[in-house]
């Protein structure tokens, strides 16, 4: 899990201003796939699972890509759910689903941090909460409200939640509700992964490419070293 989860601005963390990576060093995973159209939006039948969005995901290729990933059904109905939403709505993104898996496998591997495991209606068994954002170890000093404190629990001090690990201030712009249920919650992987990959694609840079991926990951989190360990994720994923 990262010690900070998403941060907006700068003022988020405590991480060197400098610039992301030195000029030509920007990176874009290997091999970035995209959720198969056809396989992944099948007719209405029994080897298709609706998770939102009007998207379909064959039971199949959760069931294939979860034995060679190792990545749990429900998280990957979510990452490849997202993925085929906002490939809808801001196509010229080009997100991919190994990116979206990344970022959860490093925040909550996938939901399942402390021995929790994702429901299966995409809420996680127990609570995934960051440390106190208090301003220690590297972190920084975030002050709770009466609103933030409702996802984690703590009166004095901010917590990243959930399996995509946002900040409430951050949650509080970008909630969305990816499963269609209604609601907007932090803690349900469907919501985040979809608010996730809104928040990558909210700089209308093309994610296949080496300077608009690193700036979208960086701005996720402030750090060269998330952003290469979020690279070294998705290359795995995308080798298997």
Not at 82 to 93: H, N, S, Y
Not at 145 to 167: C, K, L, T
Not at 212 to 230: K, L, Q
């Amino acid at each position: 899990m990262a010690a900070v989860g998403i941060a907006t601005a700068a003022a988020f963390t405590q991480s060197s201003s400098s610039a992301l990576l030195e000029p030509g060093s920007t990176v874009a995973p290997t091999v970035a796939p995209t959720v198969p159209q056809a396989e992944m939006e099948a007719p209405s039948s029994p080897g298709a699972t609706r998770t939102g969005g009007g998207a379909r995901i064959a039971d199949a290729w959760i069931a294939d890509i979860s034995q060679r990933t190792g990545i749990g059904p429900t998280a990957l109905q979510a990452y490849g759910n997202a993925t085929l939403r906002i490939g809808k709505e801001q196509p010229a993104c080009k997100l991919g689903w190994t990116t979206l898996a990344a970022v959860g496998g490093i925040e909550s591997g996938h939901g399942t941090h402390g021995g929790g495991q994702l429901l299966a209606d995409g809420r996680t068994s127990q609570p995934i909460l960051g440390p106190a954002l208090d301003g220690t170890e590297g972190t920084a000093g975030i002050k709770a409200s009466d609103e933030s404190a409702q996802w984690h629990g703590d009166d004095q001090w901010d917590h990243a939640v959930g399996p995509m690990q946002f900040i409430p201030s951050t949650w509080a712009t970008w909630q969305s509700d990816g499963n269609d249920d209604g609601t907007k919650d932090p803690n349900n992987v469907f919501d985040a992964a979809y608010a996730a990959g809104r928040y990558l694609c909210a700089s209308g840079a093309d994610l296949t490419t080496g300077e608009g991926w690193s700036r979208a990951i960086f701005s996720y989190n402030h750090s060269d070293d998330y952003v290469r360990s979020v690279l070294a994720f998705a290359n795995a994923y995308g080798a298997r």
